[in-house]
């Protein structure tokens, strides 16, 4: 069953540093999303790409963030100068026709910032 | 301000019982309903709702959606210990979803 991938799992990085978390959405899928979960915290939305171009973001995803599709395959988000409060569970989703179908999540990559 | 509350937060219930999970709404542009099961990492999908007072229907598990009152119901009957895990409802506003805090399930045996 098509599934979509999300490396690393789980990154440890230092606060102020970059990180690049990376996701391969499912091969026929057109929009690609990113959440984020603080620990015991809701699933929130950080940003919807479709057809090369951000289609919505939240408040949320200021300046420190970008994504890109570098390639056919993957969809990166990029998290600029790390704060501590970005530790968090980041899931990337993807969908063939935006999310009036069911929405196929990644399992995530945990980001802890130190 | 979209929002998705669901009630209750948590919910302790023996083997064998039946339980009613509720979601309520206020999100623009309303185009779907989801339910999704979350219980170490990612959420898996349940049901997607998209008319009023169809029920969907899969195994144990069933929900409705009420679109004039803004709501929807997922039943769970004859609760078994693998239904332990949060239940995410989310709402499909625009381009994006907006979650619920889920409703945490835990079934003893």
């Known amino acids: 069953e098509p599934e979509v991938t999300q490396t690393p799992s789980h990154q440890v990085t230092q606060m102020g540093q970059e990180v690049i978390l990376r996701c391969v959405p499912i091969?026929?899928?057109?929009?690609f999303y990113w959440y984020r979960q603080i620990l015991g915290q809701k699933v929130e939305f950080l940003v919807s790409?479709?057809?090369?171009?951000?289609?919505?973001k939240s408040e949320i995803f200021d300046d420190q963030f970008s994504v890109e599709r570098p390639d056919g395959s993957n969809f990166t988000l990029k998290i600029r100068s790390t704060k501590l409060e970005d530790s968090a569970m980041y899931f990337c989703?993807?969908?063939?026709?935006?999310?009036?179908?069911?929405?196929?999540f990644g399992q995530g990559t945990r980001l802890t910032v130190v | 301000e979209d929002k998705v509350v669901q009630s209750p937060l948590s919910l302790v219930v023996h083997e064998g019982d039946t339980v009613t999970l509720n979601c309520s709404y206020e999100v623009t542009n309303f185009r779907s309903l989801l339910w999704y099961k979350q219980e170490k990492k990612a959420p898996t999908f349940l049901f997607m709702l998209?008319?009023?007072?169809i029920e969907k229907k899969s195994g144990r598990l069933s929900s409705i959606l009420d679109k004039k009152e803004l709501f929807s119901i997922l039943n769970i009957t004859a609760t078994q210990t693998g239904d332990s895990a949060v239940y995410l409802c989310a709402v499909e506003g625009g381009n994006k979803l907006v979650f619920g805090a889920g409703t945490i399930l835990r079934v003893k045996s």
């Open positions: 989703a993807s969908g063939f026709k935006s999310l009036n179908t069911e929405a196929f």
């Open positions: 790409f479709y057809n090369n171009e951000i289609s919505e």
């Open positions: 998209t008319s009023s007072g």
């Open positions: 091969s026929n899928h057109l929009y």
